[in-house]
């Protein structure tokens, strides 16, 4: 019998989820079928429990219900904690078990397909809402010194209070940041769906820098302004829609898909 997965959101018609687990169950020879259902926005745990209802193993969730789905979770993973979200449900023995796959996804990406590491390396992190939360727990882990920068200081803060006595977790304002550079660059707002910028000075960009936005299938005015600031490496976050989605397949099905050649794929 094949096996039901699905990935929550509102709206999900552009999702490229379903096409990335289709390509994973290929490579691997995985009886199962993976779908994209748009909830209601006032619909999330009725949607989750017909899934349940109705036999299926696990599923994803999107924009805008990666909190409802930690507060519906009844177990967590240390990640999903870490990250106060869940991105990935699993349904075993009538237990919601919620973990999250974004911070993993995106230190996998940048690391070994764009082999850039993040040990002892000064990271600017955009953004302090739930992408940057997601995501903020594996930098610091991988051993990045952060600033996070947020045109709402008071959520930096709260952001950057979670490492309070590490010492290598900061926020400021944007305009504090003239005059300072770093080795990576992180967009996590939503600036890209807009088409604007946050409001960045020049020369942030230190000699060999990435700039990475979270966004993909297009040049964001963040990846444009990196260009023109002389950023050595841009990337969108296609590979980690990818990673993180390999993490999630792997909790389900117990293997671990091949990504680079799903990358590629999607990258034509």
């Known amino acids: ?22 390509m994973f169950a290929e490579q691997t020879g995985q009886d199962m079928s ?30 805008p219900f990666k909190h409802e789905a ?22 075993q023995d009538g237990i919601i078990l919620g973990d999250n796959t974004d911070g993993i996804g995106l230190v996998t990406d940048i690391e070994q397909n764009l082999a850039c590491k ?5 990271v600017l992190l955009m953004g302090a809402g739930g992408a940057a939360h997601g995501v903020i727990w594996h930098l610091f882990n991988a051993g990045a010194a952060i600033i996070i920068a947020n045109r709402n200081m008071d959520k930096a803060e709260q952001l950057a209070a979670e490492f ?6 900061f926020a400021k304002s944007y305009a504090a940041l003239a005059g300072q550079q770093f080795d990576i660059v992180i967009n996590a707002t939503s600036s890209g769906l807009t088409d604007s910028l946050p409001p960045l000075p020049d020369g942030l960009f230190k000699p060999g820098a990435l700039a990475y936005d979270m966004m993909y299938g297009k040049e964001t005015p963040f990846l ?45």
């Open 1 to 22: 019998m094949t096996d039901k997965y699905a990935v929550i959101g509102h709206p999900i018609s552009h999702s490229k989820s379903p096409l990335i687990h289709k």
């Open 164 to 169: 309070e006595g590490y010492g290598t977790v």
């Open 224 to 268: 444009r302004f990196a260009r023109e600031q002389g950023a050595a490496q841009l990337a969108d976050g296609l590979g980690m829609l990818v990673e993180q989605a390999a993490v999630a397949f792997q909790k389900w099905r117990g293997v671990n898909p091949d990504t680079a050649p799903v990358i590629a794929q999607l990258r034509t």
């Open 70 to 91: 930690y507060k519906l979770a009844h177990e967590h993973s240390g990640r999903a904690r870490a990250a106060h979200a869940v991105n990935t449900f699993i349904f």
């Open 34 to 63: 993976y779908e994209a259902i748009e909830s209601p926005l006032d619909g999330f745990a009725a949607t989750i429990q017909r899934l349940r209802d109705t036999g299926y193993k696990g599923c994803n969730i999107t924009v």
């Open 118 to 122: 993040f040990l002892f390396k000064r």
